[in-house]
């Protein structure tokens, strides 16, 4: 029976060390000369600490870029604010260009603002409509018909609409 190699704690750190690293395996056994099924067999207990370091990692860089953004939309505000008091406190009136891009500095301040607080940035609601709504509009249609109407909105017919009932001829061949 052939005798398993055992290997150093020192090794096998080593070993850790390259997959951490997202080395592959038969790269790592390459370089550590630690065979391959012994680098799996480990690389399964290992998986989850990587996976660990790679979310706080993550969460680091993620962290980093959000203060990143605040920062800059902090600088932002001053630059708009800053604009927006000299355009108002100027003798001369805002043409309509400066008007509008004031108009949209608004805007995409109320954005910000609104998803600071969770709610939709948009117009997105639906109003839930009721049926008779929809027949009170559809009558003011001079090109509806009523009677077509009823049958499409409940999918039922009325009697005076229904054709006469089949009187059993077969005409089949």
């Known amino acids: 029976m052939s005798q398993v190699k055992r290997y150093t704690d020192k090794e096998l750190e080593e070993a850790?060390?390259?997959?951490?690293?997202?080395?592959?395996?038969?790269?790592i056994a390459r370089q550590t000369g630690i065979t391959r099924q012994t680098i799996t067999y480990h690389a399964k207990?290992?998986?989850i600490e990587r996976e660990?370091?790679?979310a706080d990692l993550l969460d680091r860089v993620i962290s980093a870029k959000s203060a990143d953004f605040a920062n800059m939309?902090?600088?932002?505000?001053n630059v708009m604010t800053r604009a927006l008091t000299d355009l108002a406190s100027r003798e001369v009136p805002p043409s309509i260009n400066e008007a509008k891009r004031a108009t949209e500095i608004l805007e995409v301040l109320d954005k910000?603002?609104?998803l600071d607080h969770g709610e939709p940035t948009e117009i997105t609601a639906e109003k839930p409509v009721r049926k008779a709504d929809i027949e009170a509009k559809f009558r003011l249609?001079?090109?509806?018909?009523?009677?077509?109407?009823?049958?499409?909105?409940t999918g039922e017919e009325n009697e005076e609409n229904d054709p006469e009932p089949d009187s059993g001829s077969n005409t089949s061949t």
């Open 16 to 27: 850790k060390s390259m997959y951490m690293e997202y080395q592959t395996i038969s790269e």
């Open 45 to 47: 207990k290992w998986k």
């Open 112 to 114: 910000i603002t609104r």
């Open 141 to 153: 249609d001079p090109f509806n018909n009523p009677k077509e109407l009823t049958v499409e909105m």
């Open 52 to 54: 660990i370091m790679r």
């Open 73 to 77: 939309t902090i600088a932002a505000i």
